[in-house]
T-cell receptor, first 113, second 112 residues
């Protein structure tokens, strides 16, 4: 399976600021996804990062709040903008490899004060 | 709206026992089913996938799928303390709906 890395692994941020999370894959992949996992909750898909076009956002998530870049087939960024304490969560990058299977990066643990 | 339901647990079993984790789903057209294990503070890792009715075995793990009853289960034989984790069920539909829906997960505790 693809090896996925994320940076930063964790961060503590002040409300009103923004944080950009990077996701790097060691091979070219077509599908990359960004998820959020709040404490005790399951995975919620934020958006699908499309190479060469705008990301596709799920209901409840908007580009102004979570801008996403996908400059090539191995890299993507997610920015959490104008953060509030409610944005405290684990943010996970995911890629899809053959047989419809998703693999996850190690996650970014964000705490907003 | 597609739903995937799991008992949040915790499910507590003694070491060496069989742990049985269950998942039901609402979309009758679902085609692909996955079990992920997530240790505390870690990201989910895929442990099993199943696509057709019946059982699929991989080592100590057996996935069972019953599409008529819309449930999928995961059995862990000879449970070990290292199996203590949250197990997430994910279900993927057909007809271009390639994004899986995840359940909330079942917390499993295997005590010595």
């Amino acid at each position: 399976s693809a090896v996925i890395s994320q940076k930063p692994s964790r961060d503590i941020c002040q409300r009103g600021t923004s944080l950009t999370i990077q996701c790097q894959v060691d091979s070219q992949v077509t599908m990359m996804f960004w998820y959020r996992q709040q404490p005790g909750q399951s995975l919620t898909l934020i958006a699908t990062a499309n190479q060469g076009s705008e990301a596709t956002y799920e209901s409840g998530f908007v580009i102004d709040k979570f801008p996403i870049s996908r400059p090539n087939l191995t890299f993507s960024t997610l920015t959490v903008s104008n953060m509030s304490p409610e944005d405290s969560s684990i943010y996970l990058c995911s890629v899809e490899e053959g047989a419809e299977t998703q693999y996850f990066g190690p996650g970014t643990r964000l705490l907003v004060l | 709206q597609k739903e995937v339901e799991q008992n949040s647990g915790p499910l507590s079993v003694p070491e060496g026992a069989i742990a049985s984790l269950n998942c039901t789903y609402s979309d009758r057209g679902s085609q692909s089913f996955f079990w992920y294990r997530q240790y505390s503070g870690k990201s989910p890792e895929l442990i099993m996938s199943i696509y057709s009715n019946g059982d699929k075995e991989d080592g100590r793990f057996t996935a069972q799928l019953n599409k008529a009853s819309q449930y999928v289960s995961l059995l862990i034989r000879d449970s070990q303390p290292s199996d203590s984790a949250t197990y997430l069920c994910a279900v993927r539909g057909a007809g271009g709906s390639y994004i899986p829906t995840f359940g909330r997960g079942t917390s499993l505790i295997v005590h010595p």
